[in-house]
């Protein structure tokens, strides 16, 4: 399979809960390219249950869109100077200044979560970014995110 964007993440930025290699009690979320969108697939273990067990705690949702968009950001960044993550040149990072999550119906537990994100709009510093989590082909939770160019 393809390398992840989160796979050239620098060793010090790779710690996070949700997608850093380097966590190792983390989630490693992997995030995709999808044509001109993007993707990520994630199946939560059985302790990330939330009121009921057999439905997903809406923190870890929330974990998981602001993952993979930020990093989406990234790569939507990168493509607009048409290069690839990991190409060579000054990597282009960033992270989430505002997320906005609506949980439109419960998320079950056992099924593998997609995650897609799309390109709304960017300007020079930020990129705002839709994102959506589904189950069972239904999307169970959208999102908007607007990502700030992280400043090395
Ligand atoms: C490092 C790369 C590796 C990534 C690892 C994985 C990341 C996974 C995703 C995450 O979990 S990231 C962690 C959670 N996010 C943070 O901890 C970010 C904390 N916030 C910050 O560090 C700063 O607030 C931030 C860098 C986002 C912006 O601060 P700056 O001082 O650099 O910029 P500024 O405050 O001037 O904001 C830049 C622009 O964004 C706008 N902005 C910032 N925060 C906003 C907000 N919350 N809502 C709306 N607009 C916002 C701001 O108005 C401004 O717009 P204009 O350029 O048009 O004036």
């Known amino acids: 399979m393809d390398a992840a964007f989160q796979d050239f993440y620098a060793e010090k930025f790779s710690h996070c809960h949700g997608c850093g290699k380097n966590n190792p009690a983390g989630h490693h979320l992997k995030s995709r390219w999808d044509g001109d969108d ?9 302790e990330y249950s939330g009121g009921v067990p057999d439905h997903v705690y809406g923190g870890l949702i929330a974990s998981l869109l602001d993952c993979h968009g930020a ?29 906005k999550v609506d949980f439109r119906r419960p998320t079950p537990m056992g099924i593998e979560l997609v995650i897609k994100g799309k390109l709304r709009s960017m300007d020079e510093r930020k990129v705002w970014v839709d994102l959506t989590l589904s189950a069972n082909g239904e999307v169970c939770a959208s999102g908007e995110m607007l990502a700030v160019r992280y400043r090395q």
């Open 38 to 46: 993007t993707i990520a697939r994630f199946l939560p273990k059985p």
């Open 71 to 99: 990093a989406s950001a990234a790569a939507f960044a990168h493509r607009a100077q048409n290069r690839e993550m990991g190409s060579e040149g000054e990597p282009i990072r960033y992270v989430t200044a505002s997320l």
